[in-house]
């Protein structure tokens, strides 16, 4: 079954600078990755999403690649703010409609925002 | 957008007893509804996989016979946790799939058991 990675498992950067979070993943046939935001206590929120036929797709601050090949995807947050401080989960799953398709998460990320 | 209405969302329970979580699809068919569990400053680990009107599909070490999955709509899925121990004190959230391939999640249960 498919085994999601993400690194690293906290981060903490100034206001105003990138933040990087990265994920492998091992089945071939996944071809939808979702990241999610989770503050403590809550669900988890969609904040971007990438499918297996784009490379890269940008919302605002908020930026995702994915290189197929290497079955690495990334989220980039830039001009961090401190309201960017939560646990961001990446994910890989088969999308549309299957019996077999789930979404299977990574370890999750603790990134602070430093004043 | 799609909502799913999970509850309750916190619950105390003694020892050896059961607790039913439900996750209701308000606004769409939910074809497919995955259950996870949480430990804290751990990831969402999924349990299990329910279809309508199907037996649910467990994840490896996940006792089917503690975790109740029911499915019996296209709206309603409950996780029955039966035999509460404090080991199975942890937040439990439900993923519901559209026929779309969306996926919409719950608000969440936190469970302890005393």
């Known amino acids: 079954g498919e085994n999601v990675e993400q690194h690293p498992s906290t981060l903490s950067v100034q206001e105003g600078d990138s933040a990087v979070i990265k994920c492998t993943y091992s089945?071939?046939?996944?071809?939808?990755f979702p990241w999610y935001k989770q503050e403590l206590g809550k669900r988890p929120q969609l904040i971007i999403d990438?499918?297996?036929?784009?490379g890269e797709k940008k919302d605002q601050r908020i930026a995702v690649t994915l290189n197929k090949t290497a079955k690495h995807f990334s989220l980039h947050i830039t001009e961090t703010q401190p309201e960017d401080s939560a646990v961001y989960f990446c994910?890989?799953?088969?999308?549309?409609?299957?019996?077999?398709?789930?979404?299977?998460f990574g370890s999750g990320t603790r990134l602070s925002i430093r004043p | 957008g799609a909502v799913v209405s999970q509850h309750p969302s916190r619950v105390i329970c003694k020892s050896g007893t059961s607790v039913k979580i439900e996750c209701r699809s308000l606004?769409?068919?939910?074809?497919?509804m995955f259950w996870y569990r949480q430990f804290p400053k751990q990831s969402l680990m999924l349990m299990a996989t329910?279809?309508?009107?199907?037996?649910?599909?467990?994840e490896q070490g996940v006792e089917k016979d503690k975790f109740l999955i029911n499915h019996a709509s296209l709206t309603l899925s409950t996780l029955t946790v039966t035999s509460a121990h404090p080991e199975d004190s942890s937040f439990y959230i439900c993923?519901?799939?559209?026929?779309?391939?969306?996926?919409?999640f719950g608000s969440g249960t936190r469970l302890t058991v005393v």
């Open positions: 993923s519901a799939r559209d026929r779309f391939g969306g996926y919409t």
């Open positions: 089945d071939s046939a996944s071809n939808y």
């Open positions: 990438i499918r297996s036929n784009v």
């Open positions: 994910a890989a799953s088969t999308a549309g409609y299957s019996s077999a398709s789930k979404i299977i």
């Open positions: 606004d769409f068919q939910a074809t497919t």
């Open positions: 329910s279809n309508e009107g199907s037996k649910a599909t467990y």
